[in-house]
């Protein structure tokens, strides 16, 4: 049996190993776009556990495997990474309150992963990191009947990881043209390896370098009790507590409670706990209503105005700069709903934040160069939109899982839109109707930017042989609503034939986005030379976005 501790140390070199392993993860994706690569996600995701679990010593099984499962809901990014959170999620189910690991909860462990997992993906796909995860659980049930014991039962699951692993080919064409397995398997199997050098030899293997995925610190990075977002302090004191649930009450109960008594109230609950935040002047009643429910823990008050006297010179220089980017925030206060709607859009770029922002968007998150924030990025720009209803546009197919994971967890309503790009996100704000219902602007904004045609011209992350393309690194891309229509080498044939291929006999405007790596006066050019061809068709606009990696996104309408 494996108790607390070593659960601890596998999770930790786990994330050490898919770390020391990314770039070669990263590598097998078989689609070249330098776009959410899956090695980086996995690596980003597993890590926000272990950072957690390096404060846990002594633990229970049960708690770390929860410590792990929430830490990794909220440090998801990509797919992958929500995936694999997922499938580690579902393994916390399996050890529910048990004190140690063994050969029984293990292998059922696994299967309520697989569960979680392929239940969370609308279209499963075979050959993939469903694949790898699904075969290890079935012949970690085989070798719990056959009698293994614990550790036997993890090196069948791991067996049966690589087994399909390396079967992925003969599922997916793709992989086996390119010579490849899937990438997401491979993570998998890489995380399990981090875990069974601690369950075997009782080794941590330790990570090669500081992790280049890493948010980098920012200055001032702890909030004060005042809150960066924080307007006019009505009640005096940031009251925080947990509470280890002891009965059925209903914690809406005690949300009434301390709602009577104050504001800015957030209460999440689980099986197990409550998690309280208010701002009161009595922080003493919140704690006695709260016992109500159960004994008390990690109890805190902040007096708001002596910290917002002391600090109000640093709250204020990181209040300018804080809604760029809500990575690297530990600790943030929640807003009160003001208004009944509100956005949150994830992009990058300067040009394009003050767009979104121009459009009605309260917080736009950037994702960097690869544009995946986190889930816990998108549920702090969601918390901190003071709106009943939040819309959350993630305008990247490898965000939308990810903003989904806000959906359960978040205070208030959060409605994600399906926007796959930058123009559906920009067409969806368009279609907004303040008078409508939030179902009825969801409809609607859905049906908006379902109409909207994307193409962006980026470039080669690596060689790759893709949809029957020999493709060469640092190649031009060019893609029609997500597939790969050519390649090219010309940056100006590229944008022109592009164009024409998306265009339709009904095609009335074209928008075009240029990135940080053109130029004012090369974007001039281009647009005198789309005009010259195809200007009396329609009418063509340019934006300056200033978006990294892809260096055109153009839209028709």
Do not use: W
């Not at 097998?28 to 995701?45: H, I, K, Y």
């Not at 059925?248 to 998690?275: F, T």
């Amino acid at each position: 049996m494996f108790n607390g501790d070593t659960l601890r140390d596998a999770v930790i070199s786990a994330a050490n190993n898919i770390t020391n392993n990314r770039k070669q993860v990263d590598d097998l994706n078989v689609f070249p776009v330098p776009d959410g690569d899956t090695g980086t996600n996995m690596s980003m995701t597993v890590n926000a556990a272990a950072r957690e679990l390096e404060k846990l010593s002594g633990a229970s099984a049960t708690k770390v495997a929860d410590v792990v499962a929430t830490a990794m809901l909220r440090g998801a990014r990509g797919n992958s990474g929500v995936i694999t959170s997922l499938l580690f999620r579902g393994f916390s189910k399996g050890l529910k309150d048990c004190e140690e690991v063994n050969a029984k909860n293990l292998a059922e462990a696994f299967k309520l992963g697989v569960d979680a997992a392929y239940k969370a993906v609308m279209k499963p796909t075979e050959g993939t990191i469903l694949t790898v995860a699904r075969v290890a659980s079935e012949y970690a049930e085989k070798a719990l009947k056959a009698g293994a014991d614990t550790l036997g039962v993890f090196e069948a699951a791991m067996e049966g990881a690589n087994v399909a692993l390396a079967d992925t080919p003969n599922l997916l064409p793709v992989l086996k043209k390119a010579g490849v397995v899937d990438a997401g398997g491979k993570g998998y199997t890489v995380i399990l390896e981090g875990m069974y050098s601690v369950f075997k030899d009782s080794v941590i293997i330790k990570s090669n370098a500081l992790s280049a995925d890493e948010p980098e610190e920012e200055e001032n990075q702890s909030r004060n009790a005042a809150g960066e977002f924080e307007g006019e302090i009505t009640f005096t004191y940031c009251t925080e507590f947990i509470v280890n649930r002891s009965n059925e009450k209903e914690p809406a109960q005690l949300r009434a409670y301390l709602e009577s008594i104050g504001d800015c109230v957030v209460v999440v609950d689980s099986d197990e706990i409550i998690k309280v935040h208010v701002h009161t002047d009595h922080p003493g009643n919140a704690f006695e209503k709260g016992l109500e429910f159960g004994s008390l823990v990690n109890m805190k008050v902040e007096n708001m105005r002596d910290q917002h006297e002391r600090q109000k010179h640093d709250a204020k220089g990181e209040k300018k700069k804080a809604p760029k980017n809500l990575q690297g925030t530990e600790r943030y206060t929640p807003v009160a709903p003001e208004k009944p709607f509100g956005f949150v859009s994830v992009s990058a770029g300067e040009g394009l934040e003050e767009l979104f922002k121009e459009l009605g968007a309260d917080i736009v998150v950037s994702g960097g160069q690869t544009m995946n924030p986190s889930t816990d990025d998108i549920l702090k720009a969601v918390e901190l939109t003071p709106a009943e209803t939040v819309f959350v546009l993630p305008n990247n197919k490898n965000i939308i899982m990810a903003a989904e994971q806000v959906i359960p967890i978040s205070t208030r309503k959060v409605i994600v839109l399906h926007t796959k790009t930058i123009p559906q996100g920009i067409s969806a704000m368009l279609t907004f109707d303040p008078d409508a219902s939030d179902d009825e602007n969801a409809i609607n904004m859905q049906n908006a930017f379902s109409q909207v045609s994307t193409g962006q011209i980026t470039f080669a992350a690596r060689d790759s042989d893709y949809e029957g393309f020999k493709i060469k690194q640092g190649e031009l891309l060019a893609l029609n609503n997500g597939k790969l229509s050519f390649v090219e080498k010309d940056i100006t044939k590229c944008v022109l034939k592009l164009t024409g291929k998306m265009l339709k006999n009904t095609s009335s405007v074209v928008t075009v986005i240029y990135g940080e790596d053109i130029t004012d006066r090369q974007a001039a050019k281009m647009e005198s030379e789309l005009n010259a061809k195809y200007g009396k068709k329609v009418d063509i606009t340019f934006i300056k976005g200033g978006q990294p990696v892809y260096y055109y996104i153009i839209s028709v309408e």
